[in-house]
């Protein structure tokens, strides 16, 4: 009798079981549809960026003021409490914002005027003091001619002006979008409940408007503990950094603690750019360039105790963010949108972690604590 390749030999009282197959089924990796939806929302992440790069001077102002009116809008919830119209509230909180950030402004721009007009004669001084270089520079020359690299070193020279324009350009907001964002600050903050209300509202389904008010009621909260917190923080900052410079003999002491509390509001770029600019004070300011260093010295032991210590103490957990995704997002905006990019990061961040909290809830299991 002939037997067949495909038929194998059954053991006794197994006539009637099926024979799995011969090679077992193995799980599909990523199927087409999935293949063709990852790349639809690629391209749709792709080309939302490209419109909030290209429309920066629409997108800009509307969304810093939707954040900024989020986190002032528990300020007109007060004010609404003494019977105070929604309306009036919302050009009164601006107003005091407005007259806040033109103090601030004022602080700073003083001494950044008295400075300009004397940027050749500080040139000069800054370029006498970078002489103690020159014994360093001169020694890595002859390591060079030890190793057999190149026996010239470029001279220290100082960075041309050039870059002054540009920079004022890229810093300041065109009035068009300040004006944009004014009115936006002022009508969102006014018709921000009705708005809570016509959202919530949207939805048929019942858990859906839950799901929607909790959402609003969460970010509302959030968003107003981190400008109340934050703030106070800075104010804080600012103030230990005024009294630093004072001490230390460093000029416009006021004006330096008010650009260290403005630049604070930028994680991680704003404490390094304010030692940047008291080092360059102290070394124009002081003969010698140890005394130029204990204002920035001493700063830096103060944003050390204030990211480390203070600040997780104040905030707590609730509101921690994790330092990788926050160093992700300030990069990212940062290249987006500039320095209003660097300031609406964080904010977006606690926005985007919230909508994930209640839109992708995480069902499986913790992981076992080491």
Same mark, same amino acid.
């Given at each position: @009798?002939?037997?067949?390749?495909?038929?194998?030999?059954?053991? #006794?009282? /197994?006539?009637?079981?099926?024979?799995?197959?011969?090679?077992?089924?193995?799980?599909?990796?990523?199927?087409r549809?999935?293949?063709?939806?990852?790349?639809?929302?690629g391209?749709?992440?792709?080309?939302?960026?490209?419109?909030?790069?290209?429309?920066?001077?629409?997108?800009?102002?509307?969304? @810093?003021?939707?954040?900024?009116?989020?986190?002032?809008?528990?300020?007109?919830?007060?004010? /609404?409490?003494?019977?105070?119209?929604?309306?009036?509230? /919302?050009?009164?909180?601006?107003?005091?914002?407005?007259?806040?950030?033109?103090?601030?402004?004022?602080?700073?721009?003083s001494?950044?005027?008295?400075? !300009?007009?004397?940027?050749?004669?500080?040139?000069?001084?800054l &370029? $006498?003091?970078?002489?103690?270089?020159?014994?360093?520079?001169?020694?890595?020359?002859?390591?060079?001619?030890?190793?057999?690299?190149?026996?010239?070193?470029?001279?220290?020279?100082?960075?041309?002006?050039?870059?002054?324009?540009?920079?004022?350009?890229?810093?300041?907001?065109?009035?068009?979008?300040?004006?944009?964002?004014?009115?936006?600050?002022?009508?969102?903050?006014?018709?921000?409940?009705?708005?809570?209300?016509?959202l919530? @509202?949207?939805?048929?389904?019942?858990?859906?408007?839950?799901?929607?008010?909790?959402?609003?009621?969460?970010?509302? $909260?959030?968003?107003?503990?981190?400008?109340?917190?934050?703030?106070m923080?800075?104010?804080?900052? %600012?103030?230990?950094? %005024?009294?630093?410079?004072?001490?230390?003999? +460093?000029? #416009?002491?006021?004006?330096?603690?008010?650009?260290?509390?403005?630049?604070?509001?930028?994680?991680?770029?704003?404490?390094?750019?304010?030692?940047?600019?008291?080092?360059?004070?102290?070394?124009? !300011?002081?003969?010698?360039?140890?005394?130029?260093?204990?204002?920035?010295?001493?700063?830096?032991?103060?944003?050390?105790?204030?990211?480390?210590?203070?600040?997780?103490?104040?905030?707590?957990?609730?509101?921690?963010?994790n330092?990788?995704?926050?160093?992700?997002?300030?990069?990212?905006?940062?290249?987006?949108?500039?320095? +209003?990019?660097?300031?609406?990061?964080?904010?977006?961040?606690?926005?985007?972690?919230?909508? &994930?909290?209640?839109?992708?809830?995480?069902? !499986?299991?913790?992981?076992?604590?080491?």
């Amino acid at each position: @009798m002939r037997v067949l390749p495909s038929e194998r030999l059954l053991p #006794n009282g /197994a006539e009637g079981t099926p024979l799995p197959n011969g090679h077992a089924e193995l799980p599909p990796v990523i199927r087409r549809t999935e293949l063709v939806a990852l790349s639809l929302v690629g391209l749709l992440v792709i080309a939302v960026v490209a419109v909030l790069y290209l429309a920066k001077a629409f997108f800009l102002p509307i969304t @810093m003021a939707f954040i900024v009116g989020t986190m002032l809008s528990p300020a007109a919830n007060v004010l /609404a409490r003494y019977r105070v119209p929604r309306a009036v509230g /919302a050009v009164l909180i601006v107003t005091a914002v407005s007259t806040a950030a033109s103090f601030i402004i004022g602080l700073i721009s003083s001494p950044v005027m008295e400075w !300009s007009t004397r940027l050749p004669e500080l040139a000069v001084r800054l &370029k $006498e003091k970078m002489h103690i270089f020159d014994r360093p520079l001169a020694l890595w020359q002859e390591l060079q001619g030890m190793i057999g690299g190149s026996e010239t070193l470029t001279p220290f020279q100082l960075p041309k002006i050039e870059w002054v324009q540009p920079t004022l350009e890229f810093l300041s907001p065109t009035l068009a979008e300040f004006l944009l964002f004014i009115a936006t600050l002022v009508l969102f903050i006014a018709s921000w409940k009705d708005l809570r209300r016509a959202l919530v @509202m949207a939805f048929g389904d019942r858990d859906l408007r839950l799901r929607t008010l909790r959402i609003l009621n969460e970010i509302e $909260e959030h968003l107003g503990n981190y400008l109340l917190t934050v703030t106070m923080i800075n104010i804080g900052v %600012g103030v230990a950094t %005024g009294f630093i410079c004072a001490i230390a003999g +460093m000029p #416009n002491p006021a004006g330096l603690g008010a650009l260290a509390a403005t630049l604070n509001f930028i994680p991680i770029i704003g404490p390094v750019a304010m030692f940047v600019v008291l080092v360059l004070v102290g070394l124009v !300011s002081f003969s010698t360039i140890a005394a130029g260093l204990i204002a920035p010295a001493c700063f830096t032991v103060l944003t050390f105790l204030e990211g480390h210590f203070i600040t997780p103490t104040i905030v707590g957990r609730r509101l921690a963010l994790n330092a990788l995704a926050v160093f992700i997002a300030l990069a990212f905006w940062t290249w987006l949108w500039g320095p +209003m990019g660097a300031f609406l990061a964080s904010p977006l961040l606690i926005v985007a972690l919230i909508l &994930k909290e209640h839109l992708m809830p995480v069902n !499986s299991p913790h992981l076992p604590e080491e």
